[in-house]
């Protein structure tokens, strides 16, 4: 039941001074003076009874004052604070100090909110309590903020230790700088790793822990990034607690509020050592490879070439010694010296044979013939030789003719003659400063519907007078040169049937090209040898 407060008012006004209302207030000013405070105000006896009340506490309970004054504490006051409320008024009545203690109290329509309950005992000139004034402020509201704000701050600190868990926990390293780039936190790996503090590699300190070399490169990077705003990475040394050095890829990103403007860098760097490591060694494997390649090709036919023509000349020495000692014989034996001299010449043919023969024995040693679509060998040998075609600056332009007919032929014979071109026109530009160092290698088919092969480069050139020349076996113009590469190629190409040529271009280089007829001009010229 609710009480009609200003029907209530007004009958106090009316009493007029020197009454006391049916609230039990000495006097109508004195009653309207407590109403008009904006907290429910409760007077007691010495003792704890209720005496008066003010319009706030009968509005809020919803009752009239006698009915009130009969009631329990446990009407009015929620159950689980009961024991604590009791305790305490008891404690403030038996001794006199102030009453002060937060409880909830059960509102008309039985909501239950909290108060701030503060008693104050008044006591007269003698010092004697003649009553308790209590003051009743509705904290419901502050006191729900309260909490909310203690769950949300226990929710933060917990959420924040999951983050500094989580950032600890991330294998990398984690940190965050300024809008103006100076470092503001490093997780505990990134510690642990250098073995700084995190105040040492603070603001600028975790410079210290960079590889000198690539300090200046990063700073550099660091503040063209903190000028543009845009995200980043870059790969340099960061020193272990231990000295060693290893390679850490560092990326940096923006953290931007509503309007754009960056509030923070984030950061993390990962440990790339292993992978720079595979790097250097699949780079150097892929030479070596290449080289052994080579070597092993062209060391193989040396070896057996000096082995053969070894007899021979061995022979033509005895012989001229010999020759040389029956002339200067007194008398000199001119029939005996004839005929070493002969035998001489016939060595020297041996020798000349041998080289001859093992050409032949060469181009003829078992080979696989297939079909080879020549835009696939050259595409193999381009992949492989890519490592070294960088390393040596060179700017590669694959020009392959569509729809080229295979020839007939051994692949791998036929790479190796590709490989060859390409290594001497890497070679040829090696020296080669002040312009670029271009590598075209084209495919295409002849007039005669033969297929050709041409690598042309920008290197020093051939002279016109040695155009033939360099084909022949063990000319060089190298110092490490073996000089039997265009000479074994053209081996090779012309048992294809096919023709190996060098020629001059217009600008600066070389271009060699061999061609081959296709694998239906072949299968047809077989039908008519057979025939025949
Ligand atoms: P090597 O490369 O061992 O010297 P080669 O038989 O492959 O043996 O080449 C013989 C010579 O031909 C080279 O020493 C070089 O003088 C010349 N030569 C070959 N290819 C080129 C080229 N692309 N440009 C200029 N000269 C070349």
Not at 91 to 105: A, L, N, Q
Not at 233 to 256: S, T
Not at 395 to 419: S, T, W
Request: charged letters at 25%; proline letters at 5%.
């Amino acid at each position: 039941m609710r009480i009609d407060m200003a029907n209530e008012r007004e009958r106090v006004i009316e009493d007029g001074p020197g009454h006391v209302n049916d609230r039990g207030l000495p006097m109508p000013e004195a009653d309207s003076i407590i109403d008009s405070i904006p907290a429910m105000v409760a007077f007691m006896t010495p003792s704890g009874e209720l005496e008066q009340v003010n319009r706030q506490i009968l509005d809020y309970i919803g009752i009239p004052l006698d009915e009130l004054k009969n009631w329990q504490a446990s009407d009015t006051l929620h159950p689980d604070d009961l024991p604590s409320v009791s305790a305490a008024w008891m404690h403030s009545v038996s001794t006199g100090t102030p009453y002060d203690i937060e409880h909830r109290i059960r509102r008309a329509d039985g909501v239950y909110r909290w108060f701030h309950v503060r008693g104050l005992p008044v006591r007269n000139s003698e010092g004697t309590i003649t009553r308790w004034c209590v003051l009743q402020v509705d904290i419901d509201e502050r006191r729900r903020d309260k909490v909310l704000i203690a769950k949300a701050l226990a929710e933060v600190s917990s959420s924040e230790e999951r983050l500094r868990g989580i950032i600890d926990a991330v294998p990398g390293f984690v940190w965050s700088a300024s809008p103006e780039g100076s470092v503001g936190f490093v997780n505990r790996r990134w510690c642990d790793y250098t073995g700084m503090s995190l105040e040492e590699a603070c603001g600028d300190g975790w410079v210290a822990s960079i590889h000198p070399d690539d300090a200046p490169g990063l700073g550099g990077y660091w503040q063209a990034l903190l000028h543009s705003g845009d995200a980043g990475e870059y790969e340099a040394r960061l020193k272990r607690f231990d000295g060693i050095y290893r390679w850490f890829l560092i990326r940096a990103v923006p953290q931007r509020d509503e309007t754009g403007r960056i509030v923070r860098w984030y950061g993390e760097n990962t440990d790339i050592e292993d992978r720079k490591q595979a790097e250097a060694f699949l780079a150097k494997a892929r030479s070596e490879l290449t080289h052994l390649a080579r070597v092993a090709s062209l060391g193989a036919v040396t070896a057996s070439i000096a082995h053969e023509v070894n007899q021979p000349l061995a022979g033509i020495i005895t012989n001229a010694s010999t020759c040389l000692r029956m002339l200067g014989a007194d008398p000199p034996n001119v029939d005996g010296a004839l005929e070493t001299a002969r035998r001489t010449i016939r060595d020297g043919n041996r020798a000349a044979d041998v080289i001859n023969r093992l050409r032949a024995l060469f181009s003829k040693k078992s080979i696989t013939i297939e079909n080879v679509d020549l835009n696939d060998a050259a595409r193999e040998v381009i992949a492989m030789l890519l490592g070294e075609l960088q390393r040596n600056g060179v700017v590669l332009h694959p020009r392959f003719a569509e729809a080229l007919p295979p020839v007939r032929g051994d692949r791998v014979q036929l790479q190796q003659v590709i490989l060859n071109l390409i290594m001497n026109a890497v070679e040829a530009m090696s020296s080669i400063t002040g312009r670029a160092r271009e590598l075209i290698v084209s495919t295409g088919q002849e007039q005669d519907r033969s297929v050709y092969l041409a690598v042309k480069d920008s290197g020093t050139g051939v002279d016109p007078q040695d155009m033939e020349r360099i084909f022949n076996a063990f000319y060089t113009t190298k110092s490490s040169g073996m000089g039997v590469g265009l000479s074994i190629s053209r081996s090779i190409i012309e048992h294809h049937d096919g023709q190996l040529r060098a020629s001059a271009h217009d600008g600066p280089g070389a271009t060699f090209a061999f061609s081959i007829p296709n694998a239906d001009n072949r299968e047809a010229c077989d039908r008519v040898m057979e025939n025949h």
